[in-house]
Every structure is written in C-alpha cells, then in structure tokens.
C-alpha cells in the first residue's frame, strides 16, 4: 500500500510546472499498465494517485482550471467503478491523450527545448 502522506508531501514540495510533469507521467504509466494483463493491481493505484494530483493541484491554483476539472471527473469516475472497470482499452487511450495535455500545460517541453536551441 502506497505511503499516500509521504507521496503528497514530495509532490507539494515540486514548483507547478514539475507537479503537472508528475502527473503527466503517472498518466502516462497508468496508460501503460492498463494495456498489461497484471494491471488489475496496479491500475487502482495509478489512478488514485492521479487523483490524488489533481485534487492537489486544485486545492493550490487560484484558477479554476477547466481541463484539470474535467481530467478530475474523469478520473474520479474510473475510481468509483473499481473493479466494475471494463473499458480497460478505452481507459489506456484516455491517459495517453491526457498525459500529452497535461505536458503540454506544464510548460517542461518548451523549457527543454529552449535549452537545446
């Protein structure tokens, strides 16, 4: 079981563009589990931790930002369904679109490639 107070002080402590990086990448592994056949197990916990991201980054942004509202909704549905999750094909597809927005929001890849020019 996951230490969820030692998992939400590491992702406080990061400045907002590397906590959207953070999530993105769960979204990203969760995008990746979910197309295994052990993801039963690990699944629940990427998208707790998902989550648990979100709920963070929108308790601390003073916007309401609508993308991490609809992401939120989105997540917190495949949550409620547990083990009723059906649409694992479906699920894999969704993070992967949403880990690309959320980078894409986090600003990481203009930062990076600035650096590199």
């Keep these: 079981m996951p230490n969820w107070n030692a998992i939400e002080a590491s992702f406080l402590n990061q400045p907002y ?3 959207l990086g953070e999530l993105a990448a ?3 592994r ?3 589990w979910s197309q295994k056949n052990a993801s039963r197990e690990i699944v ?3 998208l707790a931790e998902s989550l ?3 709920n963070l980054l ?3 942004s003073h916007v309401n ?3 991490l509202t609809q992401l939120q909704e989105l997540l917190q549905g495949w949550v409620n369904q547990g083990d009723k999750l059906t649409e694992v094909a479906n699920l894999a597809s969704i993070s992967a ?5 959320v980078l894409d929001m986090s600003g990481l890849l203009v930062a990076a490639d600035s650096k590199t020019a």
Aim: no cysteine; net charge positive; proline share 8%.
């Design 26 to 28: 769960t979204l990203a």
């Design 58 to 60: 929108q308790k601390q």
């Design 97 to 101: 679109t949403w880990s690309e927005r």
């Design 65 to 67: 930002n609508v993308e």
């Design 30 to 32: 969760l995008k990746s």
């Design 17 to 19: 563009p590397q906590q």
């Design 44 to 46: 629940p916990v990427l």
């Design 52 to 54: 648990l991201y979100v």
